[in-house]
């Protein structure tokens, strides 16, 4: 069963990491949400969300993808946690998935991991400074390799079910769309 780590921080944008956890645990993909700190993390709206564990706990544990969800402050704390730069690195090194939506590319930039890629972001997100190197798309979602990343609460749908096929495959993502029940493209 994959497994990826969600980590949580205080301003975290509650509707990509609720879509996030519900997406994936939808497809039965193992998820594991750990908190910054102990206890409760309330994000940007103010609802309360509390953590599976800490991210002290996981830190040597094996994970498939590592998703990082968005929202200020919450990608802010996230950039500033010299931990979650570990675990990204790690994660990269071992060729597994890192990704990131809406302020949180941001994090993944400063790890150095856009570099030479793809990438989006919500937009401002990424300073001048950070966008060197990275070939910015405004769609939706954009995936490179081993990064995904996507621009916001709007797109969190999408975003999950790259996601899932990333790491499941194109059928398992049918299988949870289809029971969405999303309206097909005109």
């Known amino acids: 069963m994959a497994k990826v780590l969600i980590p949580l921080a205080e301003g975290f944008e509650e509707l990509e990491a609720v879509t996030i956890i519900d997406i994936l ?19 940007s709206r103010r609802t309360v969300i509390l953590p599976d564990t800490t991210l002290d706990r996981v830190m040597n544990a094996t994970f498939d993808m590592i998703a990082l ?7 802010n704390h996230l950039n500033a946690d010299h931990r979650i730069h570990q675990l990204l690195s790690r994660l990269a090194n071992e060729g597994k998935i ?9 994090v993944l930039a400063s790890a150095g ?17 950070l966008l060197e190197g990275i ?27 790259t996601l ?23």
Not at 69 to 75: A, C, D, F, K, V
Not at 115 to 122: A, H, L, Y
Not at 168 to 184: A, H, I, N, S
């Open 25 to 43: 645990r939808r497809a039965e993909i193992e998820v594991v949400i750990a908190g910054l700190q102990e206890g409760p993390v309330r994000g």
């Open 69 to 75: 969800p968005g929202g200020q402050p919450g990608s």
């Open 98 to 106: 890192t990704a990131a939506i809406c302020a949180a590319p941001l």
């Open 113 to 129: 991991l856009l570099k030479g890629k793809k990438g989006t972001s919500f937009p401002g997100a990424l300073s001048p400074k």
């Open 135 to 161: 070939d910015y798309q405004e769609t939706a979602v954009v995936k490179d390799g081993t990064v995904i990343t996507s621009r916001g609460p709007g797109t969190a749908l999408d975003f999950a079910l």
């Open 164 to 186: 899932v096929e990333t790491l499941m495959g194109k059928e398992t993502r049918k299988k949870v769309e289809d029971l969405l029940q999303r309206p097909k493209p005109l």
